[in-house]
C-alpha cells in the first residue's frame, strides 16, 4: 500500500506540492490562534463545596455540617476521596472523582447529594454552595488595590463593585475573590440597658427592620388615557431613615430605634486583610475557567484594567504585577521555541556538513515545518493546547523528524547517481529510479518509525498528574514523528526528482569532506573488530555492567523542580493568634522578604476571604513573590530567602512556588512534596502524635520546611445553658441559642440599596457588651414574662480551650506533618522517614499514619512504565522480527537497546544522579531511536547479500555506505537536544531537560558501539 502511496506522490507530484504549500500557509495560520498554556490541564474532576457557619466552633462545623456532607457524597458514583476542612464559621469539603469524570456531570452528583443532605443541616447556617469550576492552574492573576488616603471601607466597595464586577464580566474568567479593606455594613448597635429601659425586646428591633425595608407595588392608574404604576416606596435609604424605624409605644410615644440603639455606617468583623509590599491593600485574586487560554483572557483582563484605572477615585492604584501566570508562560514558551528554533539550526548544520549540498539539504530539511504544522493541526482538532509539553515533545522529536528524509535522500541520490553513469542503453528514467530508491529503503522506515511509536505507548497509560502532564508530550512526539514519515514518502521522493535528478547534479561523484574524513578513519577500525570481536564485545558488556550495577544508587524524584520566576510562602502562627497580631507578623515577613535583591513585589493575604475555598484561620497567612531572573541561581536565591524569614517568632513557613504547590496539594491536599497523614480520632492525642513524628522527620537530611499542620487548641469561652434555669424563665434553648448568636455575632435583617450597591443591615448588641467576659455574663436577654435576664442566669460560662481546625479524609480525622526536600532525592528522603517514623514513634491503637506527596505518584509513574516498558521491548521484538524475518536477526538488533541504556544512565549521573519521570521518558524515547539505527544496519546488510555479496563484503561494504545516514539520523537526533540540556535551568524547560540529557548521553554510547557490536554480531551469528 505504501509503495502506492509512493507512485502516486511522484505521478500527482504538482498535487504533492500545492498541497504542501496549503498546508504551510493554513498551519502557520492555525498555530497563531491556538490556546497557549504553561502545562496542560491538570485539573482533577473535583467539586468544592462551602458552607458559611456564622461564627460555628470547628467541632459543631464538623459535626453539624462537614461530616453529614462527607456522608452523603463518599458513596456517590466516581468518587475517589473525600476530603474536609472545619474551621471557625466555615465548612469546606473537596470532592475528587475519577480523572475520566465529567466535571459537569461530578457538579450534577454533588448538587443531588446536597439536596438530600440539606434537611438535616442546622437551619440557621448557609446553604451549602458550590464553588465555581476552575483549574489547578486557575489563579492567572493577584491584583492589588491600595490608596494612600482612601479609608478601608471605600477601598473595599470600589473593589467589590467596580473592579470585581467589570472582571467577572470578562469572557473565561470563573471566579474574582477580594481580600482586605473593610467590608461596609449599616450598623444597628443595641443597648440592652435602653431595651429594659424602653421595655423593648431585642427580636422586636430585629423584627422592626425586617418589616421596615421594602417597596410595594398598588397596581395601576389609568387617567387622561395614561396609565400610571402605584409604588409604594419604603425602602431604607439612610441611617436617619433607620433610626426613626418605630419600634413599639411607650407610654404615649413612639419609641424609636435611635433611642434604642446607635445607628451608623461601619466595618463588618474582618476574616482577612490584604497587603501589597507590606502595605495595606485589597488583594484580588483572578481564577479562569478550565481550558481558558490564559494569555487571552490575561490580554482581555488588562484591557478592562486599562478603562478601570480611568474610573477609579482619586488617590486609588491599581498594582497589577502581584502576580502575572501570563509572565511566566510567556517567558517558559520563548525559552522552549529558542530551543526548538536552535535544534533546527543544528540539525541544518549537520545535514549540510554531511551531505555537503544545498539542494539535499534543503530536501530534508522540509520534513521539520510540514511535520510541525500537521502536529499544530492535530492539535486544533484535538483541542489540544499549545504548552510547554506539547512544545517539548515537539522539541525531543526535532532530530528525529529528518531521520526518514535522511534516509531517503541519501538512498535516492545514491541511486541516481548510479544510475546516471551506466551506458545511456541501460538507464531507467529518473521516475522509475526516485520511484525504486524510495520504495527500497521504504520497510525500514516504516518499521523503524513504528517502533518508535511503539515504545511511547506507555506514556498513555499514565493515570493522574503524571498522565495528564506526559500524555500531551508523547502525543506531540507521535504526531509530529508519523508526519515525518508520510513527508518522506510523498514530499521527500517528489523533490527529490526535481532538484536532483539533473545531470549537472549527478555528475558530481565526491562526498562531503566530514564523511570521507569519517569513512578513512572507520574503515580500519572497522576490520580490526571484525577480526578481533572480543575486542569490542567485553568492553561493551563490561561498559553494559557497570551500568547496570549503578542503577541502584540512582535517586529518585516524582519531576525535575520548576523555575517559576516567583515563590509561595505559606506562614503561619500560632493558633488562636487574632488578625492584626498576624497582619502585623505578616507585614515583618514581607519587609524581610524585600531584604533579598532579587524580590521584585509582595502580595499577602492573611486569614480568608468570605466564600473562599482555601480557606485558612487568622493565624495563617500566604504570600506570593516575585522575583527577578537571569542573575544569581535559583538555590542561592531560596537560601537567601529562607535566611530573610528565618527567625519571625511563632511562626512556621513553607517555601514553594505557586505552580508546584498547587500540583502538591492535587496530589496529597497538601501543599508540600511530603505529606504525612495521620488519621485517629482524639485531637490531643493526635497533635501529641504529630509532633513526635515531627520530631523524627528533623532528624533526616534534606528535610526542610518542615511543619505540622496547625491544629492546636484555641481559648474559647464556652456558654453552656443551664436547661433548669432557661426553663424556669419560661425559655427555650434555641431560641435563646437564636439571640445569643443574633447579639453576639449579629442578624442581617436586610439591605440597603445606595447607588445601585447593597450592603447589608446588621443588629446586634453594641460593642461594650462584648467588651470583656464580665460584660457578657452580665448582658441581658427577653424572658417570654418581659423580665431582662442576665446571661449568667441562663447558663454557664467558662474558658475551655477547642481545636482551630479539624480537617478530614475519607470521613476520618487527619493531622498532616509536612515538608520539602532539598539538597537530596525525593526518594531516599521518604525511605529514611519511613524508617525513622516506624521505629521512632509507636502508635496506639485506632491510629496509622500513611505517607502522601509526589513520590507516590513517582512510584506509580515507575511501575506503569517499568511494566509497559517490558511490554513495548516485546512488541519491538515482533515488528523486528516481520521486518527482519528471523529472531536471531532481531535479537541482534535489539542490542542496541543496552547499549543504548549504558550512555542514559551515565547522563543521569552527570546531570545529579536523580532519575525522575522525566528521565524515564527519556529512556523510553531513546530506545526507540536507538533501535533504528540497528534496523537501518541490517537490512542493508541483507539486501547486498541478495545482491550476491558474501556476509563479511556485505558487512564492510554496509556498515561504510549506511554510515552517513546512521550517524546523521543520531546527529541530528541528539543535537537537537542541545539547546534544551544547556538552558536546563531556565522556565518551561526544567522537564524536557533530563529527556534531552539520557536521550543524547544514550545515543553516544548506542551510536559508536552499534558501529562495532551490530557489524561484529552479524559477522559471526547472522
Not at 5 to 26: D, H, K, N, Y
Not at 220 to 232: P, V, W
Not at 370 to 386: K, W, Y
Request: one cysteine or more; aromatic letters at 6%.
Amino acid at each position: 500500500m505504501l509503495s502506492h502511496l509512493i507512485r502516486a506522490a511522484l505521478e500527482g507530484r504538482i498535487i504533492v506540492l500545492f498541497l504542501s504549500v496549503a498546508l504551510l500557509i493554513g498551519g502557520s495560520l492555525v498555530a497563531v490562534r491556538l490556546p497557549v498554556d504553561v502545562l496542560p490541564d491538570l485539573t482533577a474532576p473535583t467539586v468544592t463545596v462551602l458552607t458559611e457557619a456564622h461564627g460555628l466552633a470547628p467541632e459543631e462545623v464538623e459535626t453539624l455540617i462537614s461530616f453529614p456532607i462527607e456522608t452523603a457524597l463518599n458513596g456517590a458514583s466516581g468518587v475517589r476521596r473525600v476530603r474536609s476542612s472545619s474551621g471557625i464559621g466555615i465548612s469546606v469539603v473537596w470532592v475528587e472523582f475519577d480523572w475520566s469524570t465529567d466535571v459537569y456531570l461530578a457538579r450534577q452528583v454533588v448538587n443531588e447529594k446536597l439536596q438530600l443532605v440539606g434537611a438535616t443541616l442546622p437551619p440557621d447556617v448557609g446553604r451549602p454552595m458550590l464553588a465555581p469550576i476552575s483549574s489547578v492552574m486557575g489563579e492567572i492573576l493577584f491584583l492589588g488595590l491600595t490608596s494612600d488616603n482612601a479609608d478601608p471601607l471605600e477601598l473595599r466597595s470600589t473593589a467589590d463593585w467596580l473592579v470585581r464586577r467589570r472582571l467577572l464580566a470578562v469572557p473565561g474568567v470563573s471566579q474574582v475573590i477580594p481580600i482586605g479593606g473593610g467590608v461596609r455594613q449599616y450598623q444597628v448597635q443595641v443597648s440592652p440597658v435602653k431595651l429594659a429601659a424602653f421595655g423593648v425586646t431585642f427580636q422586636e428591633v430585629i423584627r422592626a427592620l425586617e418589616q421596615s425595608n421594602a417597596n410595594t407595588s398598588g397596581g395601576f392608574l389609568l387617567a387622561s388615557g395614561q396609565e400610571y404604576l402605584i409604588r409604594g416606596v419604603g425602602r431604607i435609604a439612610s441611617v436617619d431613615d433607620i433610626g426613626e424605624t418605630v419600634l413599639a409605644e411607650h407610654a404615649g410615644t413612639p419609641v424609636k430605634v435611635s433611642h434604642v440603639a446607635s445607628v451608623g455606617v461601619g466595618m463588618a468583623p474582618r476574616l482577612g486583610v490584604g497587603s501589597i509590599d507590606a502595605k495595606p491593600a485589597v488583594v484580588l485574586g483572578v481564577l479562569k475557567q478550565p481550558g481558558a487560554n490564559t494569555l487571552e483572557v490575561t490580554a482581555k483582563i488588562d484591557s478592562v484594567l486599562d478603562e478601570l484605572e480611568k474610573l477609579l477615585p482619586a488617590g486609588m492604584q491599581l498594582r497589577r504585577n502581584a502576580l502575572r501566570q501570563a509572565d511566566f508562560i510567556e517567558t517558559a514558551l520563548t525559552n522552549v521555541e529558542h530551543a526548538l528554533r536552535d535544534g533546527a539550526i543544528l540539525v541544518v548544520v549537520v545535514l549540510y556538513f554531511f551531505l555537503a549540498s544545498v539542494r539535499a539539504t534543503f530536501i530534508t530539511m522540509t520534513a521539520i515545518p510540514l511535520s510541525l504544522l500537521v502536529a499544530i493541526l492535530t492539535f486544533r482538532l484535538s483541542g489540544t493546547t499549545i504548552n510547554t509539553m506539547t512544545l517539548g515533545g515537539l522539541t525531543i522529536a526535532i532530530g528525529a523528524l529528518v531521520d526518514d528524509a535522511i534516509i531517503d535522500v541519501e538512498n535516492v541520490f545514491r541511486r541516481l547517481r548510479e544510475n546516471h553513469h551506466k551506458p545511456p542503453e541501460k538507464r531507467r528514467s529518473n521516475l522509475d529510479v526516485v520511484w525504486h530508491a524510495s520504495n527500497e529503503i521504504r520497510p525500514s522506515m516504516v518499521f523503524a518509525t513504528l517502533i518508535i511509536i511503539l515504545v511511547f505507548l506507555p506514556l498513555f497509560f499514565l493515570s493522574g498528574v503524571e498522565g495528564r502532564l506526559l500524555a500531551p508530550l508523547g502525543f506531540s512526539y507521535i504526531i509530529a514523528l508519523f508526519a515525518s514519515l508520510i513527508v518522506s514518502l510523498t514530499v521527500t521522493p517528489v523533490l527529490c526528482f526535481y532538484l536532483l535528478a539533473k545531470p549537472k547534479v549527478l555528475e558530481w561523484e565526491g562526498e562531503g569532506p566530514v564523511l570521507r574524513l569519517l569513512k578513512r578513519g572507520y574503515g580500519p577500525w572497522l576490520r580490526v573488530a571484525l577480526a578481533h570481536r572480543w575486542l569490542v564485545l567485553a568492553p561493551s558488556a563490561a561498559a553494559l555492567a557497570i551500568a547496570l550495577a549503578a542503577l541502584p544508587g540512582l535517586g529518585r524524584a516524582f519531576l525535575p523542580e520548576f523555575n517559576e520566576g516567583a515563590l509561595t510562602i505559606s506562614a503561619v502562627t500560632l493558633p488562636g493568634t487574632n488578625l492584626p497580631e498576624s497582619d502585623k507578623l505578616g507585614s515583618l515577613l514581607e519587609k524581610r522578604l524585600h531584604t533579598v535583591p532579587e524580590v521584585l513585589s509582595t502580595a499577602r493575604r492573611t486569614g480568608r476571604a468570605e466564600l473562599d475555598e482555601h480557606a485558612q484561620g487568622s493565624n495563617g497567612a500566604e504570600v506570593d513573590v516575585r522575583l527577578k531572573l537571569g542573575g544569581r541561581p535559583r538555590h542561592e536565591i531560596l537560601a537567601d530567602v529562607r535566611k530573610a524569614i528565618r527567625g519571625i517568632p511563632g511562626m512556621v513557613l513553607n517555601v514553594g512556588q505557586p505552580i508546584s504547590h498547587r500540583i502538591d496539594h492535587l496530589l496529597s491536599g497538601t501543599r508540600s512534596a511530603i505529606a504525612v497523614k495521620l488519621f485517629g480520632l482524639e485531637m490531643p492525642e493526635m497533635v501529641t502524635l504529630a509532633n513526635r513524628i515531627e520530631d523524627e522527620m528533623a532528624k533526616v537530611p534534606g528535610v526542610v520546611d518542615l511543619s505540622v499542620e496547625q491544629v492546636s487548641d484555641i481559648p474559647e469561652l464556652r456558654i453552656a445553658f443551664d436547661r433548669k434555669a432557661v426553663a424556669r424563665y419560661g425559655m427555650r434553648v434555641g431560641e435563646l441559642a437564636e439571640e445569643l448568636e443574633a447579639a453576639f455575632a449579629g442578624r442581617v435583617a436586610g439591605q440597603i440599596l445606595e447607588q445601585g450597591r447593597t450592603y447589608d443591615l446588621v443588629v446586634r448588641y453594641d460593642a461594650a457588651v462584648k467588651g470583656d467576659v464580665e460584660s457578657i455574663s452580665n448582658a441581658l436577654f427577653d424572658a417570654p414574662s418581659g423580665l431582662k435576664v442576665p446571661l449568667k442566669m441562663l447558663a454557664k460560662i467558662e474558658r475551655r480551650a477547642g481545636p482551630n481546625t479539624i480537617n478530614r479524609e475519607n470521613v476520618q480525622r487527619k493531622v498532616v506533618v509536612s515538608c520539602n526536600v532539598q539538597g537530596r532525592d525525593l526518594g531516599s528522603v521518604i525511605e529514611e522517614i519511613r524508617q525513622r517514623v516506624s521505629s521512632g514513634v509507636k502508635l496506639p491503637d485506632g491510629y496509622y499514619v500513611t505517607y502522601g506527596g509526589q513520590f507516590e505518584s513517582e512510584q506509580e509513574a515507575r511501575r506503569t512504565i517499568g511494566i509497559l516498558s517490558l511490554v513495548a521491548v516485546a512488541g519491538i521484538f515482533v515488528l523486528l522480527y516481520m521486518a527482519l524475518g528471523t529472531a536471531r536477526l532481531s535479537i541482534i538488533t535489539m542490542t542496541n537497546l543496552p547499549l543504548a541504556l549504558i550512555g542514559g544512565i551515565a547522563s543521569v549521573y552527570l546531570t545529579g544522579g536523580v532519575l525522575n519521570v522525566a528521565s524515564l521518558v527519556g529512556f523510553i524515547t531513546l530506545f526507540g531511536i536507538a533501535t533504528r539505527n540497528g534496523v537501518l544496519m541490517i537490512t542493508h546488510y541483507q539486501h547486498l547479500i541478495s545482491e550476491g555479496k558474501s556476509r563479511a563484503e556485505a558487512v564492510f561494504q554496509g556498515s561504510l555506505e549506511r554510515l552517513a545516514p546512521v550517524l546523521m539520523t543520531a546527529l541530528t537526533a541528539g543535537l537537537a537536544l542541545v539547546p534544551l540540556i544547556l538552558a536546563g535551568g531556565e522556565p518551561g524547560n526544567e522537564l524536557q531537560a533530563p529527556m534531552a540529557a539520557v536521550i543524547l548521553g544514550g545515543l553516544v554510547t548506542s551510536t559508536v558501539l552499534n558501529m562495532f557490536v551490530v557489524p561484529v554480531l552479524f559477522d559471526r551469528y547472522g
